[in-house]
Nanobody
Framework: QVQLVESGGGLVQDGGSLRLSCAAS????????MQWYRRSPGNQREWVAQ???????AYPGSMRGRFTISRDNMKNMVYLQMSSLKPEDTAVYYC?????????WGQGTQVTVSS
């Protein structure tokens, strides 16, 4: 079955960097767009980044230039490199794939940015 397992979260200071990883399995990874989302306390889930099988990327304006999504189609891995982190980036970050009519999510990894 489809599995997405995130890792790499943690506590970082304002202005710091982190790299999140997502290990994907149970589907033909090379065929699908992959996304990162996040949810902070009291807020709705927010789209963070997308990457296509052909390595085309997209970001919301607030994250462009600070966040970089990448993937390794040989290892079935998706990454999110985050830099210049701010306290408002504190959230649980989720890996996501949409297959057929179904959304699949990982369990999330907590990122906390201290001021």
């Amino acid at each position: 079955q489809v599995q997405l397992v995130e890792s790499g979260g943690g506590l970082v200071q304002d202005g710091g960097s982190l790299r999140l990883s997502c290990a994907a399995s149970g589907f033909d990874f090379r065929r699908y767009n992959m996304q990162w989302y996040r949810r902070s306390p009291g807020n709705q889930r927010e789209w963070v980044a997308q990457i296509t099988p052909g390595m085309n990327t997209a970001y919301p304006g607030s994250m462009r230039g600070r966040f970089t999504i990448s993937r390794d189609n040989m290892k079935n891995m998706v990454y999110l490199q985050m830099s210049s982190l701010k306290p408002e980036d504190t959230a649980v970050y989720y890996c996501h794939v949409f297959i057929g009519q179904t959304h699949f999510w990982g369990q999330g990894t907590q990122v906390t940015v201290s001021s």
